[in-house]
């Protein structure tokens, strides 16, 4: 394989081999004690990454949700993002398939390169080659709203009642993202915290891929910011922006109006 990669390619070659590090940890390791699978898993691929990148593209910084924030990253100008391992719970658990791999390349103040791995799944997904989004969803079908599986954001069962939408509760923002670039859902919607490792690779393809990337108020994700806290996103197929911004606003309003109406 030739040494010489460009950034999307390094993004997608140092996902898909740490995840297939993963894979084989938590083929040694079994489940018995999913706590030290966590730690393990966070570990041996931070380590990978970190190492990695520092070989590949040493004069660039790095945020990892592992590492130390070093906050050199704010005067760089390309600061690789990375997510060791997204959806650790479920990495820990048996038979799961969502989690994933992350990781984002930012410079000059946008997110220019991304892959996330699925390695469950078999699968990475990346800006060397962004999916093809699929045709214009059939209008018949119900719409399909991605959210956690344990932390869904309090509105997201009324804003589905209200949608006539069906929730298909997922670990992971990453394996959400894909769902969504990969047509088994419409729309991933978050709120109540969250990280920008968290969603900065898998954005970086949603955005290659055509889909719709913001705050759930419709403002900018933007990344490399002194306090990485991103708390809320919302991605969904371009079409249906608008409507679901417009929800959002409405089923939130009611929330001030009436604090009992959450739940
Ligand atoms: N309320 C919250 N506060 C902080 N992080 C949150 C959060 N809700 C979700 N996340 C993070 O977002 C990622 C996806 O969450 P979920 O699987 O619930 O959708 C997880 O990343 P990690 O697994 O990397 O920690 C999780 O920690
Ligand atoms: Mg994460």
């Not at 679901?244 to 939130?252: E, N, Q, T, Y």
């Amino acid at each position: 394989m030739s040494s010489i990669r460009n950034d999307h390619e390094v993004a997608r070659d140092l996902a898909t081999e740490a995840g297939q590090q993963l894979l084989r940890l938590r083929a040694r390791q079994g489940f018995d004690e999913p706590e030290v699978l966590r730690t393990l898993g966070d570990r041996t691929s931070h380590e990978f990454l970190f190492s990695s990148l520092g070989r590949l593209r040493p004069s660039d910084a790095v945020l990892s949700e592992e590492g130390i924030d070093d906050k050199a990253r704010l005067g760089a100008r390309r600061v690789w993002i990375i997510d060791p391992l997204d959806g650790t719970r479920e990495f820990s658990e048996s038979g799961r398939t969502d989690w994933a791999v992350h990781v984002a390349l930012w410079e000059n103040g946008e997110l220019v390169a991304g892959a996330v791995s699925l390695p469950a799944q078999g699968s990475t997904v990346s800006t060397v080659d962004p999916p093809w989004l699929p045709d214009e969803r059939p209008t018949e079908q119900r719409l399909r709203i991605t959210t956690s599986r344990t932390r869904p954001p309090e509105f997201v069962q009324r804003l589905a009642t209200q949608m006539g939408a069906e929730i298909v509760p997922m670990g992971s923002a990453g394996a959400k993202i894909c769902a969504v670039l990969l047509g088994i859902a419409d729309i991933y919607v978050h709120a109540g915290g969250q990280y920008e490792w968290d969603s900065a690779a898998p954005v970086a393809v949603a955005r290659a891929a055509g889909l719709h990337t913001s705050r759930i108020d419709g403002s900018e994700l933007s990344y490399n910011r002194t306090n990485p806290s991103l708390p809320d996103i919302l991605v969904c197929r371009p079409e249906l922006s608008n409507m679901l911004l417009a929800s959002i606003r409405g089923v939130a309003e009611r929330d001030d109006a009436d604090p009992h109406a959450a739940g």
